[in-house]
DNA sequence: GGGTGTTATCTTTTT
DNA sequence: GATAACACCC
């Protein structure tokens, strides 16, 4: 091997990050605890691979989850080697089969030009086939078919499935069919299809696989813990068994099983890929020791782990801190006062406090006490800026105007701005489209006379129109000529008298043409068609930056990833964290790696807050600390809890000093301690779905006798066989 | 057919 | 509390 010279960087690692740098080849697992320098670990391999063992940076493949994470990593990357990292493919997993399917449509039945469909879309097409079906009418909710949808593509059978009473199997499966269908007829794609679709293609020729695995033979995986069965399916299509595959990933980081992600990924990696290599990175570089204290203590509740270490670097640090507050808006003023009080004093910036919380709803109240303060803040997160309902519209009309076929905005647009295509009209239009696409209807009523038919066509020409613009012009003219010719603009500047939105709406328009140009911008060929993928694809992350110098608001989910020297992890309460849905937490230990997540964000100070009181659903209600409290060694906190509120939640502070049981012992049954978590175990019936995190998903086959939680259950694993289990062990997969 | 007002519902996290 | 579906009136 032509070795070039040993570069400087590479002395500034630890001993394991340099393992990681210099393995070989063949699988690679690294367990990187939070701070730990993964990234650095991965991008310092990337440019080893690239500056001194002389490997084609084409044949590099770098997947990631938000576009950020990948822009941020090819940056770091060229900051290591220079312009040769730019024929590295560094992008998240949707990009990435987005970019495989446009050069391989005709392998998955389309045509290079394939329309995306995002979240929305997909909601918006499976309500039309559902009324169609005569399910229209709360028998099967909307987002509920979704999630079916999602399920099957992950693999699940809709016979074992546990559907929703208005639905049979039967009925799933024609659903599907005439989803499918219909994605077929649009030219269409969704989120799931970006990565389905080129797992299956390649799955279906071997010929074809190895080309691809020899392109690019290097694949590296971040977040590794947040993949999920297709994604799984996509990367052993990629990578061959033995393959240069490196996975990055923190089973403790995994916040995303609730959508699919199965932590099994990470946990039987050196099961699935032999041979391969495994590399823990414990040192943590980010944080005090007292933070470390505290993350530590909550995590440690977990019995579904790995196990890590997370070894200090620096100093022990300010402690820990708790803020009781009255309620909402008293926590708001407690934590917007010591943002303030510590940029007078302490010489801080707005851009190093982040205020982290669990849902989107919580937001608001610290908007407003960071309004009236005048400091300078940035909500990243909630609705997407292109989710909102008047871009979505005008992308519709480009959309359509690029394909025809584009069912979903089709009928999004029909009639916005009011054009006299009513209820009925609509309707006829659908009736006239039968199996086709709504466009087809289209055509077919604009050739009948009458006033629905006149205002049908007036519809054809204009998109005919617009079609003109989106082809001749670039995109952020095309979409200005849209927002004109549309009469869309129109219509909001007519409703601004009586809607006081209709502004806000109109310059989000005129937004939604500054990132268009920004893109004519950033892209060599920008095209109408590329601003709408890379509009699919966005996330609301991606734009975040330090340098704007703002106070930092966003979900836990969110703060994956970043860090900051201040945090504020607020509404630490019971029911809302951990979040309580339908009078119960439904995974504590998903809440808790949650809570783990934010505390590791914070590298200085970390604050956390919880109220007596709080408006929940437009009601007020007596809240109690939450549990993850409890967690924190009271040798990490400043203060000590109050009596009042170790009593208010006695049975949590009880529960946390016991220590958690091995999840990794030998015994092949694990002994139960009632006091833990009982409330959150359940009893499952013979035949019953159920997952374990050490041993995946299984089938309940026998009951063993026992109580309540304490009932021990066999369990068939594909993968390892009958276990006995206790029940808390288990957690439902739903069906 | 369209626009307005009311009611009902449901509130997590997102590539 | 906010939004979406729904009903009613023009």
């Not at 069965?229 to 609730?258: C, H, K, S, T």
């Not at 933070?291 to 070894?311: E, F, M």
């Not at 590329?530 to 930056?545: G, I, K, R």
Request: aromatic share 6%; glycine share 8%.
């Amino acid at each position: 091997m032509a070795t070039r010279t040993r570069p400087s960087w590479l002395d500034q690692l630890n001993p394991e990050q340099q393992q990681v740098v210099l393995h070989a080849h063949g699988p690679l697992l690294v367990l990187a605890g939070a701070g730990s320098g993964k990234t650095r670990a991965l991008t310092c391999r990337i440019a080893h691979l690239i500056s001194v063992r002389g490997v084609d940076p084409h044949g590099i493949l770098a997947l990631t989850f938000t576009n950020r994470a990948a822009r941020e990593m090819k940056h770091r990357v060229q900051e290591l080697c220079g312009p040769e990292a730019d024929g590295v493919f560094a992008g998240t997993f949707h990009s990435f089969g987005a970019r495989f399917l446009r050069r391989h449509a005709p392998r998955v039945g389309r045509t290079n030009g394939f329309t995306i469909y995002d979240d929305d879309d997909q909601l918006r097409l499976l309500k039309r086939l559902l009324k169609a079906a005569g399910l229209g009418d709360r028998s099967v909710a909307p987002a509920e078919a979704r999630r079916l949808v999602e399920r099957t593509r992950r693999g699940m059978d809709p016979d074992a499935m546990n559907l929703p009473p208005g639905l049979q199997p039967a009925a799933l499966r024609t659903l599907l069919d005439r989803y499918q269908a219909a994605l077929d007829v649009a030219n269409a794609l969704d989120f799931g299809d970006l990565i389905l679709r080129p797992a299956e293609a390649l799955e279906a020729d071997p010929a074809f696989c190895a080309r691809i695995q020899a392109q690019r033979p290097w694949v590296l995986v971040d977040e590794y813990q947040d993949t999920d069965a297709v994604q799984e399916r996509l990367l052993g299509a990629l990578a061959p068994a033995g393959g240069d595959l490196m996975v990055v990933g923190d089973d403790d980081q995994a916040i995303y099983v609730w959508r699919g992600a199965q932590v099994d990924n990470i946990l039987g990696f050196q099961e699935r890929r032999p041979g391969s290599t495994v590399v823990r990175l414990e040192r943590n570089y980010r944080s005090t020791a007292a933070i470390l204290s505290a993350a530590d203590g909550v995590i440690g509740r977990n019995r579904n782990r790995l196990g890590k270490r997370l070894l200090p670097t620096l100093g022990a640090g300010e402690p820990v801190e708790v803020a009781e507050c009255q309620d909402g808006r008293d926590e708001a003023r407690q934590v917007i006062s010591a943002v303030s009080r510590a940029i007078r004093t302490e010489d801080a910036a707005p851009s190093d406090f982040a205020i982290f919380y669990r849902t989107n709803a919580q937001s608001r109240t610290f908007e407003d006490a960071l309004r009236s303060r005048g400091l300078p803040y940035e909500v990243v997160g909630g609705v997407r800026f292109y989710d909102r309902a008047e871009v979505k519209d005008v992308l519709a009309y480009a959309r359509l105007a690029i394909n025809r076929n584009d069912g979903v905005a089709c009928l999004r647009i029909l009639n916005t701005p009011a054009r006299g295509i009513g209820k009925k009209a609509r309707g006829d239009v659908l009736a006239a489209a039968a199996d086709g696409s709504p466009w087809d209807g289209v055509l077919a009523m604009a050739a009948t006379s009458g006033r629905a038919g006149k205002a049908v066509t007036g519809f054809a020409a204009l998109i005919d129109r617009l079609a003109e613009l989106a082809q001749t012009l670039p995109p952020s003219q095309a979409l200005a000529g849209i927002c004109d010719e549309s009469g869309y603009a129109d219509m909001l500047r007519d409703r601004q008298a009586a809607d006081p939105t209709a502004r806000d709406r109109l310059d989000n328009l005129q937004e939604l043409l500054a990132a268009a140009a920004d893109h004519e911008e950033a892209r060599e060929e920008a095209t109408l068609a590329s601003f709408l993928e890379a509009a699919a694809l966005h996330t609301d992350v991606d734009n975040w930056d330090p340098a704007h110098g703002r106070v930092t608001l966003m979900t836990l989910h969110t703060a994956k990833g970043l860090e900051f020297k201040r945090v504020f992890l607020t509404g630490m309460e019971e029911n809302l964290f951990p979040l309580a849905r339908g009078g119960a937490v439904v995974d504590v230990e998903e809440e808790r790696r949650l809570a783990y997540v934010g505390i590791t964000r914070a590298r200085r100070r970390l604050i956390l807050s919880w109220a007596r009181r709080r408006m929940i659903h437009g009601e007020t209600r007596v809240c109690t600390p939450s549990r993850f409290l409890r967690e924190i060694p009271p040798s990490a906190l400043k203060t000590q809890l109050s009596p009042v509120e170790s009593a208010t939640a006695e049975h949590l502070a009880r529960r946390s000093h016991r220590p958690p049981p091995d999840p990794f012992s030998d015994a092949d049954f694990i002994d139960y301690d009632p006091d833990y978590d009982a409330q959150d175990s359940f009893v499952p019936a013979l035949g019953a779905r159920v997952a374990h995190a050490v041993f995946g998903e299984g089938e309940v086959v026998e009951h063993l006798g026992g109580h309540g939680p304490k009932t021990r259950v066999a369990v068939l694993f594909p993968a390892r066989g009958v276990k006995r289990i206790v029940a808390s062990y288990l957690t439902p997969v739903q069906t």
